[in-house]
């Protein structure tokens, strides 16, 4: 089951408001996926995930399948049950984790070969076997396995792994078996324009419940995740959620969406957040700073989350020094809370009309 | 403000039910304090501690002196508002971890020198500066800065020991400035029961809101620290708290309370559940063992916890190996809970005239 509404287009940007319904539930679009790798958006209860406002989660293939194992997860009533999450969950498809193994792996071209980061064991990978995996998972939405073209990499060597991509998103299609989990496809085609176009041709034939831009935020400079995003999103079928992957900083966000993407999802928050990076509506706040020593205030006075109605720059600037795990819990819990209170106010722009002034106000903060 | 009253003595044994009520609430004795060393019980909320049943925690004079240091808690309203937890605190002294430091302090008649296992700057903490740290933490129950008296020693070094702690305790009580805050006394000597006495008769004359007995779980072989508790808790005040410090385990606490103690601190539950070793009714959980990779049940399935609501030991394994600080959160609740419930079911068994029954059986489960 799975069903998307766009409810309301912006007049003046390519910006939308959605409505995803999957067999765990409704999110909202412009939606922000935390990451939780290994089945726990890490240092963070499935409640607080919830109560930060978040609706959906993306959850990585390739480290569940290697551990615990995805027939254990499967034995088990499924990855929702597993982590105590009843809402929605994506998975990727492992590509990219594959893909980022660099010399640990081999492309074929009827899947990828590679060596388990955890003993060094031999795996191979193939479209079919990535649905496999993700239906066992049990979650509302797959992604199709792919070649995540890496940058730098020639027009030729982008075009021949956008043609496997596009192989591959086929067999995936075929060997999916049930209509309770969704299946979005993936466009490839690296930094051109025109490669971009060619996957995209040969990608939305096959019919997917939604489509990602892949291949994006993985090392090129921003201004051509920004020229891919702005050329392609308004390509991609209107009706259908999009998904920017990998994607990114609160202003990367906010360019996704001024050109229509609906999904995103990233590390930043939660890696921040344990490094001690704190994000605020006004300047963000590095809390090991010998500024914050006797500081009483809380990390941003505008914000509702738990972090900070109750705790002070001071104690969590104790806590990180003293290594404490409370740091990276209350840590984590307000910086994913301020992303999902920017999606909040994004949503809320758009439907007050007001998108394009959300977005200017916010590119000159 | 403290007071304390003893509600009801059991009728073939020592234990005894009873009610300490501070200035941040009232504490049902016999009670556990979980430890929370550097101003967080670790890898907890405080709303997770106060769920599990817990009305009391100890925090380290020692540490928190360090880092962040005193003045800068009781600038930022003490160490109640500084950590979240509005309910009673017990501090203790500095005294156990100056000592733990080994070749890094000196001990002096005036206080003991000792150099911070942080930066290895120099300090000089005495009895005066122990209550007077204390103070500016702002903590229910203080502890008297007391020589812990290694195991093993001479009768002629502990004899020297116990009246140094003696002066000191003098020295602290002297110190004191408000009546806000207990002050406990601390009970050395040893393994030697007539210096145990002679400790006794030097402390009991100074008048304290309660006693402590120091000086065991220090390495002894445990019929020590039993034979000790034995002898001397009778001989404590009836109408004052009385606290077996740094005990212990669950057979221990049980054993503890059937001689007559109030109160107990160790890092036991929280420790261990960070090494994925679960307290259950039956037998102890060791999440790591290969037979737990697809059991689908909780750690304990009498317990109420939140972690055993809500995960399997098989979810809980994969997490603990995976490295994931969700499962030192998780593990950290289902054993302070343990400890918590078995404090309950102490004092019901007490309140229903069957805690004799109660520690039989607990002994031979």
């Known amino acids: 089951m799975f069903h998307f509404d766009v409810i309301k287009k912006d007049l003046t940007t390519g910006a939308r408001l959605g409505r995803m319904t999957t ?9 922000f996926m935390p ?10 209860l499935p409640e607080e995930i919830k109560n930060c406002g978040a609706e959906i989660i993306l959850s990585n293939t390739y480290h569940l399948y290697l551990r615990p194992g995805h027939e254990i997860i499967k034995k088990l009533g499924g990855l929702h049950k ?8 994506l998975t990727d498809s492992g590509g990219f984790q594959v893909y980022s193994l660099g010399t640990l792996r081999e492309i074929m071209p009827d899947g990828v070969l590679f060596r388990s980061h955890i003993d060094g064991s031999k795996h191979f990978l193939t479209p079919q076997k990535a649905v ?5 998972l049990g979650t509302d939405i797959m992604m199709c396995l792919d070649e995540c073209t890496p940058y730098p990499a020639t027009a030729s060597q982008t075009e021949k792994s956008l043609n496997l991509t596009a192989i591959w998103a086929d067999l995936c299609k075929k060997a999916k078996t049930n209509d309770e989990q969704a299946l979005f496809g993936i466009i490839q085609g690296g930094s051109y324009l025109d490669l971009r176009r060619q996957s995209l041709e040969k990608t939305l034939p096959l019919g997917f419940d ?13 201004e051509i995740m920004y020229k891919i995003t702005d050329a392609i ?3 991609l079928p209107e009706d259908k959620p999009r998904y920017l992957m990998g994607v990114g900083t609160p202003g990367d966000i906010v360019f996704g969406v001024s050109r229509g993407m609906d999904m995103f999802d990233c590390v930043i928050p939660t890696r921040c957040a344990r490094h001690g990076l704190l994000f ?24 509702d989350c738990y972090t900070c109605r109750n705790y002070s720059r001071a104690y969590l600037r104790h806590l990180y020094f003293a290594g404490e795990i409370l740091a990276m819990v209350l840590n984590t819990i307000h910086n994913v809370r301020y992303y999902m209170r920017l999606m909040e106010n994004i949503r809320t722009a758009i439907s007050e009309n007001r998108f394009e002034k959300f977005q200017n106000d916010f590119q000159n903060k």
Chains 1, 2 share one sequence.
């Open 35 to 44: 990451v939780g790798t290994q089945g726990t958006v890490k240092s963070m």
């Open 280 to 303: 605020t509506n006004s300047e963000n706040v590095v809390i090991k700073n010998a500024r914050w020593r006797e500081d009483d205030h809380p990390i941003d006075e505008t914000c």
């Open 23 to 31: 067999s765990h539930g409704v999110v909202q679009t412009p939606a």
């Open 233 to 235: 999103t308004p390509l």
């Open 210 to 222: 939604g489509y990602a831009l892949g291949g994006v935020s993985v090392g090129e400079p921003k």
């Open 82 to 89: 597993f982590m105590n999450w009843p809402h929605p969950i």
């Open 132 to 136: 496999a995996i993700q239906e066992a």
